[in-house]
């Protein structure tokens, strides 16, 4: 902690003293367009993101970049993590065993790579889309910026804050075929010229087309800002979530296929699955503009969570005998973070080249508490059962075991950053930067404690990592909309939380996984409201973790190659006609796995070679517009095993929109409109989802 402050006043005197040095020189020497510091951004579809904590135009960062804004994900009536990823390229999604987001970016199948507004969110949860501005997601190796994790890419949620400006309240309310609904509210006052407050709130039934398959859940976000003058904003923010669910982990396999004609079969115990989770989270930010050129801001954030899961879940299903084989657990989880996240960025020029300059320390500190409970049948006298199967399912009585698992751990670590963009002239700019890490853990297996330290295992284990995450791009733009880039980034990832619950603790099993990406690409801005972005890219991962296709609970180390390259087009094409198209190829495997002596690689898992998504919107006139979506996915495995393949697929989505008056709008969405059968995700080789048949969700949207 005390070298935490020391970095923290370090910055602090150098934003007052060194900053107004630079700040005091002419502005002459200064181009035209370097303009006062707005980090949250200005934002046009792919002009900015927050998640690059630099004012820098999307166009000059040397990576892959998408951003999803409130507006597309209203109009494609997107109500999931998973549902904004579909149409984001170089992302699959996973079934999460149906109590979390779960996706592969690159790759990297990953529970952790999340955050919103900056900060770490690694919780494993469904994040609701009620309370944001946008989605932003950045592709490739991202420590510099976040700090462990991010091999493959991450996800940040911007949230909507309370506005200075005007008054409104807007109004939603939506349901579908399947009885789902969903009733929100976002609410802004202006206090007065310097104090707002922002109100936003939602209601969901959660249903679909899978028998048994409910729940609910509620979330509010009050947000508070206070102008205190004309270069330093305040600004507060509280999010309580509360869901309550049945877990539903899809379908069985059969003959190396997902089991046909099963689609609304329930493989569960609906009074027994279920995951519960309540959060409290708050965050106050400090932005200070110290001059024209430099900006500091700040921000600490307190949470707190819990969460309980429990589940029935297939293992087997044989044909032959007219049987099927079921699992389960108990799995509860506590945590509380704490978060300190301070950056210093700077537009100044030095020796006639201009830089753009980030730097900032951030302190976390993570206590969780978890434990898992057994399924345990009498008939069997074990955690799984085999009996008949019919539909619905009779299952044989249950209980559960004392803890099999019950673990705690304390995560603190301390990073320090430093990059600098720098504008050579007006066609090369170079970015260059690194990141010090010391990651601290220490875990406390209570039963491991209480069975003695025999067994060469005394229940206490700790890890320390420091490490250094360099970045390095070189982006060279023919014009002011175009730019070729290449670039170069390190992550890791130490084991904590999530990341070492279903590994058998050992040296080994506590060391950081390590990421390696290369990448080139080309963004093109073809107009104002119109833009092109291709990269192709290598990502090497080492140490790292992929779920036991022997054991779907536990977890193996391996090390896997990903090699790709994506496509997407953003914006509009003419005046009435709106576009969002991606696309990826994607190639990955295991690297050095040998069996008999000789090489074995398998392909990832949940990783499709091709990834096709389109969403066209035209406007007919003032009144009424129409929308025509497609998702291609082909053929995936459905775990490491590579025994069992999900089809490919192609659905197609449609939207119609009617404008009834300023105030009032309604929009019809249709999923599926050729009733496609599919499977877009998997959590193992018989935990399979299945794709929802056609089906429409109406909803307006009321603003005064």
Do not use: C
Request: net charge negative; aromatic share 10%; charged share 20%.
């Amino acid at each position: 902690m005390k070298f935490v402050t020391t970095t923290l006043s370090a910055a602090v005197l150098f934003t007052l003293y060194g900053g107004n040095a630079y700040a005091n020189q002419p502005d002459e020497t200064l181009e035209e367009s370097v303009e006062r510091i707005t980090v949250r951004g200005a934002f046009f579809g792919q002009q900015v993101a927050t998640a690059v904590k630099t004012p820098t135009l999307l166009v000059n960062v040397p990576q892959s970049v998408s951003v999803v804004s409130a507006e597309q994900i209203s109009e494609q009536a997107l109500f999931s993590i998973a549902d904004v990823m579909q149409y984001t390229p170089g992302v699959s999604i996973g079934l999460g065993e149906d109590h979390r987001d779960q996706i592969t970016i690159r790759g990297q199948n990953t529970t952790a790579d999340f955050f919103v507004d900056g900060l770490r969110d690694d919780v494993q949860y469904f994040r609701p889309l009620y309370n944001l501005e946008r989605v932003e997601i950045l592709r490739g190796a991202n420590a510099l910026l976040f700090g462990r994790g991010g091999g493959g890419g991450v996800v940040n949620r911007v949230t909507k804050v309370a506005d200075l400006t005007n008054d409104f309240t807007r109004m939603g309310a939506g349901i579908d075929t399947f009885a789902a609904t969903s009733v929100s509210v976002d609410t802004n006052r202006v206090i007065d010229g310097n104090n707002a407050f922002r109100f936003n709130g939602v209601f969901d039934t959660i249903d679909n087309h899978r028998d048994f398959k409910d729940g609910e859940r509620y979330a509010l976000n009050p947000t508070y800002t206070w102008a205190v003058n004309d270069d330093t904003t305040v600004m507060a923010s509280y999010e309580y979530v509360n869901d309550d669910r049945v877990v539903d982990r899809g379908v069985p396999s059969l003959n190396g296929q997902p089991l046909q004609d099963a689609e609304d079969t329930y493989f569960g115990d609906p009074d027994f699955n279920n995951t519960t989770l309540e959060a409290h989270i708050a965050r106050l930010r400090v932005d200070h503009s110290i001059s024209q050129h430099w900006n500091l801001n700040g921000t600490v954030q307190f949470a707190d969570y819990d969460k309980l899961y429990q589940n029935l879940y297939p293992v087997n299903f044989d044909d032959q005998a007219g049987t099927v084989t079921l699992d389960g657990y108990q799995d509860a989880t506590a945590r509380e973070n704490a978060l300190v996240q301070l950056n210093l960025i700077g537009q100044v020029t030095m020796g006639g080249v201009e830089h753009t300059l980030l730097t900032g320390i951030e302190y976390g500190n993570q206590d969780t508490t978890n434990a898992r409970r057994d399924a345990f049948f009498a008939d069997s006298q074990d955690d799984q059962v085999t009996f008949s199967f019919s539909d619905p399912l009779v299952i044989p009585s249950m209980t559960l075991t004392d803890a099999v698992r019950d673990r705690a751990s304390d995560v603190s670590f301390t990073s320090v950053f430093f990059q600098d963009e720098i504008k050579l002239n007006e066609h090369w700019i170079v970015v260059a930067g690194a990141r010090y890490d010391n990651f601290d853990i220490d875990v406390v297996d209570t039963i491991e404690v209480n069975n003695g330290a025999d067994d060469g295992n005394n229940g206490l284990l700790a890890s320390s990592d420091a490490q250094v995450s360099p970045r390095a791009g070189l982006i060279y733009k023919p014009s002011e909309s175009m730019s070729f880039y290449a670039s170069y980034s390190q992550s890791f990832l130490p084991r904590s939380g999530d990341q070492f619950l279903t590994l058998s603790l050992s040296a080994q099993a506590l060391d950081a996984e390590e990421f390696e990406n290369k990448e080139v690409g080309v963004k093109w801005n073809l107009s104002d409201n119109l833009s092109f972005t291709a990269a192709a890219f290598e990502v090497e991962r080492e140490n790292g973790t992929a779920q036991d296709p022997n054991n779907p609970e536990a977890s193996i180390l391996t090390g896997t190659k990903t090699t790709g390259f994506e496509l997407q087009l953003v914006g509009a094409l003419s005046e009435k006609w709106r576009i969002n198209a991606g696309y990826s190829n994607l190639d990955g495997e295991e690297m050095g796995r040998v069996v008999d002596g000789e090489l074995a690689n398998r392909d990832l898992a949940q990783l499709p070679e091709h990834m096709l998504t389109i969403w066209n919107q035209y406007q007919i006139n003032d009144t009424w517009r129409v929308a025509l979506g497609l998702v291609y996915q082909s053929q995936q495995y459905a775990s490491l095993s590579n025994d069992v393949s999900l089809p490919n697929f192609t659905r197609i989505d449609t939207a119609v929109y009617y404008n009834y008056s300023e105030n009032l709008k309604l929009q019809l969405n249709i999923e599926n409109l050729f009733d496609e059968g599919y499977f877009p995700s998997a959590h193992n080789d018989n935990n399979i989802a299945t794709g929802a048949p056609i089906n429409a969700r109406f909803s307006l949207q009321y603003q005064f």
